[in-house]
Nanobody
C-alpha cells in the first residue's frame, strides 16, 4: 500500500504565498512522476504542475511565473511554492503520483486526500 499526504494549505489574502508539500509513504520501491491538481466545487479537476522522474516540469498557463514545483526524491516529497496568489486559485489541491511498489507492481494513479487553499480579496 502506498499513500500520499498533503499539507500546507490555508487562507491568505490576494498577493500572499503558501507552500504545499506532499509525501509518499508505504511499500514504495520508486516513485516516477509527481504532480499537483486542483478542484473547486462544480468544476472538473485540473492539472496545476507536474515534476517528472527525468526532471522536467510542466505548468498550467494560469500559474506560470507564480507557482514553482520542486522535488526531494530522498524524502519522496514534492512541493508547490505558490506566490502572488489570486482568488481564482482557491481550490482543494490534490497530489498525484505513479511508480512501483516493493513487489515491482506498477502503481498507475495514486491520489492524496487534498488540502484546501483559500485566497480572499
Amino acid at each position: 500500500q502506498v499513500q500520499l499526504v498533503e499539507s500546507g494549505g490555508g487562507s491568505v489574502h490576494t498577493g500572499g504565498s503558501l507552500r504545499l508539500a506532499c509525501t509518499a509513504s508505504g511499500d514504495i520501491f520508486e516513485i516516477y512522476d509527481m504532480g499537483w491538481y486542483r478542484q473547486s466545487p462544480g468544476k472538473q479537476r485540473e492539472l496545476v504542475a507536474v515534476f517528472t522522474s527525468s526532471g522536467s516540469t510542466n505548468y498550467a498557463d494560469s500559474v506560470k511565473g507564480r507557482f514553482t514545483i520542486s522535488r526531494d526524491n530522498a524524502l519522496n516529497t514534492v512541493y508547490l511554492q505558490m506566490n502572488s496568489l489570486k482568488p481564482e486559485d482557491t481550490a482543494v489541491y490534490y497530489c498525484n503520483a505513479d511508480g512501483v511498489d516493493d513487489s515491482y507492481r506498477y502503481l498507475e494513479d495514486i491520489w492524496g486526500q487534498g488540502t484546501l487553499v483559500t485566497v480572499s480579496s
